[in-house]
């Protein structure tokens, strides 16, 4: 019987009100989550502090190391609450965003952002829920964005608003997301992830709020802005790891670009040697369905093949019926991907030895030499990575070893 775990990689899961018990918690340890993910765009300090304890009780009973990632909320919008939900917008409805503060109905809800008013112009396209919901801007009358619905569908409190293509000029790392780092560092998280980064700036700046702190957490940028992609290498040079986070971002770009660019940011990040996660809607209909489609499945695997690190979990553990079997469906579809991942499939990733961007560096060239070894023995059964930061074993992690 082997100790090693049967599949390499990584399950992220986010952690809400289906899965925030103790004994839930366990289960997911015991399925296969490696990390944990609290999203601080939703519930409070007391409420993260203590599932934060379950956690690391969790994985104390599981005999297990179990990661904690705390997500920043960063500047994203949002609607506000709605006295009674769901709702349901259909096509040619009148429906009102507004910067009063009000109970949300029917056609009326209030927005994060107080300054959209001014901000918008009549035809500008706004879309809610990662796009689900597209809204026409017809004209603004003092607080209020009179909108007309292009795109209907279902709607809840405290959705997200993007308006593609529109700088809002409002910094990346706010002082509400200062807070929670705060409070989540003080806590003991291992990592936070930072939305809306647009370049390496704003990850910089998130580092030095930490050592300002006192800490040197893992930082990891979400990409989920078209100028995020289009400056992966300047992130990716300052970013611990990233995020391909593909409902915001299938909303900044066309959606019909979504595969090629979640490939590419794969790719680039193998290249660096800097873990990435693939996130939003892997197993989406999990949500409500004890079974996923054959469409996420696939997803799934080809994000695995491509070359991902983590597969993440969202409303499927957070708020679905079914967190445990999600979680010990991804761990499925890993354990049956890995083995066909082309032989050297990965070499791609020595590209960091020749070209010009990045170049290639003392444990680049070691990581490299122990890769090659590996496939001319064949018979290696682990491979031991002496590291202080980690990094060489990331480094080396890049590779997709067949061997631990």
Request: aromatic share 4%.
């Amino acid at each position: 019987m082997t100790l090693l775990p049967p599949h390499k990689t990584k399950i992220v899961c986010t952690i809400g009100p289906a899965s925030d018990s103790s004994a839930m918690i366990v289960q997911m340890i015991e399925a296969g989550m490696n990390v944990a993910r609290l999203n601080f765009s939703h519930g409070d300090f007391p409420g993260h502090g203590e599932v934060i304890k379950k956690i690391r009780a969790a994985a104390d009973k599981a005999g297990k190391r179990i990661a904690i990632i705390a997500d920043l909320p960063g500047p994203k919008m949002r609607i506000g609450h709605f006295a009674e939900e769901p709702i349901h917008l259909r096509r040619g409805d009148q429906f009102i965003l507004t910067s009063d503060e009000i109970s949300g109905k029917k056609e009326r809800v209030s927005i994060t952002l107080k300054t959209l008013p001014q901000a918008v112009r009549p035809d500008n396209i706004l879309f809610l829920a990662d796009g689900l919901v597209e809204l026409r801007v017809d004209k603004v009358e003092g607080a209020d964005i009179i909108c007309t619905v292009r795109v209907g569908g279902e709607l809840r409190s405290g959705k997200g608003l993007n308006i593609p293509g529109i700088d809002l000029g409002v910094s990346v790392f706010t002082p509400r997301d200062r807070e929670c780092m705060q409070f989540a560092l003080e806590h003991g998280v291992d990592a936070v992830s930072q939305s809306f980064v647009n370049s390496g700036t704003d990850i910089e700046e998130v580092r030095r709020a930490a050592r300002e702190m006192g800490y040197r957490p893992f930082i990891i940028a979400k990409i989920e802005r078209a100028r995020a992609r289009d400056n992966i290498d300047e992130i990716l040079a300052v970013a611990d790891g990233i995020m391909v986070a593909r409902g915001d971002l299938g909303v900044e770009i066309p959606i019909e670009q979504i595969a090629v660019a979640q490939k590419f940011i794969t790719r680039r990040a193998n290249l660096h040697g800097r873990p990435v996660i693939t996130a939003t809607q892997m197993l989406m209909s999990m949500t409500r369905n004890r079974r996923p489609t054959r469409a996420e499945a696939t997803d799934v695997a080809n994000a695995i093949l491509d070359g991902t690190d983590c597969v993440m979990l969202s409303e499927e553990s957070a708020m679905g019926d079914y967190p445990l079997e999600s979680v010990q469906m991804l761990a499925k579809i890993a354990e049956a991907t890995e083995p066909h991942r082309p032989p050297r499939h990965y070499d791609r990733a020595l590209e960091c030895l020749s070209g010009p961007v990045p170049q290639a560096s003392m444990v680049d060239s070691i990581t490299r030499g122990v890769e090659h070894i590996i496939d001319e023995l064949k018979n290696i059964a682990a491979v031991l990575a002496p590291t202080a930061s980690g990094h060489t074993a990331r480094s080396l992690s890049r590779f997709r070893l067949p061997t631990w």
